[in-house]
């Protein structure tokens, strides 16, 4: 992990054991910027909803919902966020379903740290490598997801804070409206968003981009057409 590029990453560490959640923690801000924890599943749907986290790294013995009906549920969601799940106990039954779930590693307890770094860097090198990451919204301008930057003919173009988050948020969600509360969750994060400052925000952008791309419906959201 000491020579790759962590820039953007953002992780989710879900564990309900205090001690092991905040050593976990502790541990990951060492190489990432961006860490979330949460004490069980549920809190962890929520975090993963406001956050859009990359990388997910799930104990799977917790209360009211385990690991894998967890990473189940974010799955139905995104197919492309990198998964670890770590257990007390080697269960096959367990592995054969953590398969079907595509997790990048299964991980037993007492986890080693060369293995838990491994696991790490698979994780980071798959999100790299995603071509995907790089998305044409037409011919002459192009987003790149990982590093939350915007191309028009190879050159850079400069987008505020609010504006990247707004656009990749879109992007992320592009083949359905996004809702006005999902926006000002991610957007605004804790901040309450007004109907002006949202209208503001579209206009600066459609400054920045092709004005069509985004389109609107009343009382729903909006939607970007790439």
């Given at each position: 992990?000491?020579?790759?590029?962590?820039?953007?990453?953002?992780?989710?560490?879900?564990?309900?054991?205090?001690?092991?959640?905040?050593?976990?923690?502790?541990?990951?801000e060492?190489?990432?910027?961006?860490?979330?924890?949460?004490?069980?599943?549920?809190?962890?749907?929520?975090?993963?909803e406001?956050?859009?986290?990359?990388?997910?790294?799930?104990?799977?013995?917790?209360p009211?919902?385990?690991?894998?009906?967890?990473?189940?549920?974010?799955?139905?969601?995104?197919?492309?966020?990198?998964?670890?799940?770590?257990?007390?106990?080697?269960?096959?039954?367990?592995?054969?379903?953590?398969?079907?779930?595509?997790?990048?590693?299964?991980?037993?307890?007492?986890?080693?740290?060369?293995?838990?770094?491994?696991?790490?860097?698979?994780?980071?090198?798959?999100?790299?490598?995603?071509?995907?990451?790089?998305?044409?919204?037409?011919?002459?301008?192009?987003?790149?997801?990982?590093?939350?930057?915007?191309?028009?003919?190879?050159?850079?173009?400069?987008?505020?804070?609010?504006?990247?988050?707004?656009?990749?948020?879109?992007?992320?969600?592009?083949?359905?409206?996004?809702?006005?509360?999902?926006?000002?969750?991610?957007?605004?994060?804790?901040?309450?968003m007004?109907?002006?400052?949202?209208?503001?925000?579209?206009?600066?952008?459609?400054?920045?981009?092709?004005?069509?791309?985004?389109?609107?419906?009343?009382?729903?959201?909006?939607?970007?057409?790439?």
């Amino acid at each position: 992990m000491q020579n790759m590029d962590t820039k953007n990453i953002k992780v989710l560490f879900v564990e309900d054991d205090d001690i092991a959640r905040q050593n976990g923690v502790e541990y990951l801000e060492n190489y990432f910027d961006f860490v979330y924890e949460a004490s069980n599943a549920l809190e962890a749907l929520k975090i993963f909803e406001k956050e859009q986290a990359h990388i997910i790294i799930t104990d799977i013995q917790m209360p009211k919902l385990n690991g894998l009906e967890f990473v189940q549920k974010i799955r139905q969601k995104d197919k492309k966020v990198q998964v670890i799940v770590i257990s007390a106990f080697c269960d096959k039954d367990y592995l054969f379903k953590a398969i079907e779930l595509q997790l990048v590693k299964y991980l037993v307890k007492p986890v080693d740290d060369k293995k838990f770094d491994e696991a790490l860097s698979l994780c980071v090198s798959a999100l790299k490598e995603d071509s995907s990451n790089i998305i044409k919204l037409d011919e002459h301008f192009s987003f790149d997801m990982f590093n939350l930057t915007l191309f028009k003919n190879d050159e850079l173009v400069k987008l505020r804070a609010k504006e990247l988050d707004f656009l990749s948020l879109l992007l992320k969600n592009k083949n359905r409206y996004v809702t006005h509360s999902e926006i000002e969750n991610y957007v605004w994060r804790d901040d309450a968003m007004s109907k002006d400052a949202l209208k503001t925000l579209v206009k600066n952008l459609k400054t920045k981009i092709p004005k069509e791309l985004i389109s609107n419906q009343w009382g729903v959201g909006y939607k970007i057409d790439v």
